[in-house]
């Protein structure tokens, strides 16, 4: 049974850093590709970091050069380092990963992860 728990979220000023954290269990976490989603009120998930099972990663736009994702050693976790976070980063944040052959153009459709976390609330203000 697979399990993604996030962490790491909370409150900062303009400017400021977080690190998110998603520990995974159940599976061979090498095999899969994994991504961090963040969502806030209506609106649709939005894809922003991933990391392909051969560890190549990519970035949306509106993180690109803030955000880095990463994953330790052992495979066992996943990260988001947040920098110069700004106040239309606010938003919940998901953890994503799928077994499944990820194409590189569809890294950030959410509907290529078929396990999530319970995410994480990041409040920038």
């Known amino acids: 049974h697979v399990q993604l728990v996030e962490s790491g979220g909370g409150s900062v000023q303009p400017g400021g850093s977080l690190t998110l954290s998603c520990v995974v269990s159940?599976?061979?976490?090498?095999?899969?590709?994994m991504g961090w989603f963040r969502q806030t009120g209506g609106k649709e998930r939005e894809g922003i970091a991933a990391?392909?099972?051969?560890?190549?990663?990519s970035y949306a736009e509106s993180v690109k050069g803030r955000f880095t994702i990463s994953q330790d050693n052992a495979k066992t976790t996943l990260y988001l380092q947040m920098n110069s976070l700004k106040p239309e980063d606010t938003a919940m944040y998901y953890c994503a990963a799928t077994e499944r052959t990820v194409l590189s153009a569809l890294v950030f459709d959410e509907t290529t992860y078929n396990y999530w976390g319970q995410g994480t609330q990041v409040t920038v203000f």
């Open positions: 159940g599976y061979t976490y090498s095999a899969y590709s």
């Open positions: 990391i392909e099972s051969d560890g190549n990663p």
